[in-house]
Nanobody, 120 residues
Framework: QVQLVESGGGLVQAGGSLRLSCAAS????????MGWYRQAPGKQRELVATITSGGSTSYADSVKGRFTVSRDNAKNTAYLQMNSLKPEDTAVYYCNADITSGTYYYRHYWGQGTQVTVSS
């Protein structure tokens, strides 16, 4: 059973930093795309950042220059370094990934989410 588990969320003051982790576990053959989304109360889920298996990245305009996405392919883990946090970054952050399992079943997976709260 393949799972994605996020960690690293919490409460931080405006201007502070947090580092989120997304670890994929289970029988995994390969992981292609990995991405981070967020959903604030009353708002739609939005894309924050993505990273391919080759390391190509993309960012939402609202986080460019402040957030950095990275991954450790050996650990099947993606990271989201968030600096200069703003109250509007407050949301539940979700990880997702396109994973081929050990039985060569390809599927899109979501994590359970981790809360990030930025106080002003």
């Amino acid at each position: 059973q393949v799972q994605l588990v996020e960690s690293g969320g919490g409460l931080v003051q405006a201007g502070g930093s947090l580092r989120l982790s997304c670890a994929a576990s289970g029988s995994i053959f390969s992981i292609d795309y990995m991405g981070w989304y967020r959903q604030a109360p009353g708002k739609q889920r939005e894309l924050v950042a993505t990273i391919t298996s080759g390391g190509s990245t993309s960012y939402a305009d609202s986080v460019k220059g402040r957030f950095t996405v990275s991954r450790d392919n050996a650990k099947n883990t993606a990271y989201l370094q968030m600096n200069s946090l703003k109250p509007e970054d407050t949301a539940v952050y979700y990880c997702n990934a396109d994973i081929t399992s050990g039985t060569y079943y390809y599927r899109h997976y979501w994590g359970q989410g981790t809360q990030v709260t930025v106080s002003s």
